[in-house]
């Protein structure tokens, strides 16, 4: 025989389940008042939770999945560039690049911060079109941020820019901030001289640089864009 370890009998009333919720008989027996309240005290916060959670995940689902929406082509306003119809412009370049998708988007964007931020854009992989002012380019393209349209473009399309190009050297520092290596000369961004782009809609008080983030994304759809833009 085994020792209980307590004194009370195997048929305590602290042995058996205890529930304040009435058995079905005495639901039946409820009131339509006394049901509502039944359900109110033990269900319907459970049930407001649940809804909670359901309309929670559909959002999410919906904006995530369902609707989800891709930039096959984002360009940076950056320093002072402007843009007039900022919507026909997007909808001129989805005509170019051939675009029927609704959830394939091109995106503008403008940057007015410094570089900082737009290098935090370029680690996120946010742009790779760049518009933008002589100072700018000169920064960017000498800390190495811009692509060699040489490694880009096909001899055709490189001979047809050759007198655009504006070429420029990286400079490669060390961790104490020294200069350790300068590159060659390369053709890291193309001028145009008359302040604007698509017939005035891009426009600047400075001569207009454009250039291509270094390992971006969609650097085809950039490469297109451009092209159209320098030809208009």
């Not at 412009?89 to 995106?107: F, G, M, Y």
């Not at 901030?177 to 001289?193: C, F, H, L, R, T």
């Amino acid at each position: 025989m085994i020792n209980k370890k307590t004194i009370l009998d195997d048929n305590a009333s602290i042995y058996k389940k205890h529930s304040d919720r009435p058995k079905k008989e005495s639901l039946k027996k409820m009131s339509k008042e006394e049901k509502w309240q039944y359900f109110k005290d033990y269900y319907l916060k459970k049930v407001i939770v649940s809804i909670v959670i359901i309309i929670g995940i559909g959002y999410f689902l919906n904006i995530m999945v369902f609707n989800k929406t891709t930039d096959i082509l984002a360009i940076g306003l950056f320093g002072g560039i402007e843009i007039n119809n900022k919507e026909e412009v997007q909808e001129e370049l989805r005509a170019v690049l051939e675009i029927t998708n609704e959830k394939d988007v091109i995106s503008i964007k403008s940057l007015q911060e410094n570089d900082r931020r737009l290098f935090d854009l370029m680690g996120a992989d946010a742009i790779q079109l760049l518009i933008m002012n002589e100072d700018d380019f000169k920064s960017l393209s000498e800390k190495g941020a811009l692509t060699d349209f040489s490694t880009i473009l096909n001899e055709e399309e490189y001979n047809s820019l050759n007198n655009k190009f504006v070429m420029a050297k990286v400079t490669e520092l060390d961790d104490k901030g020294n200069i350790e290596s300068i590159s060659d000369e390369a053709p890291y961004g193309i001028k145009v001289d008359d302040k604007v782009l698509l017939n005035g809609e891009i426009y600047s008080d400075e001569d207009i640089y454009i250039g291509i983030l270094i390992d971006s994304k969609n650097t085809e759809n950039a490469k297109q864009a451009l092209l159209y833009m320098i030809e208009k």
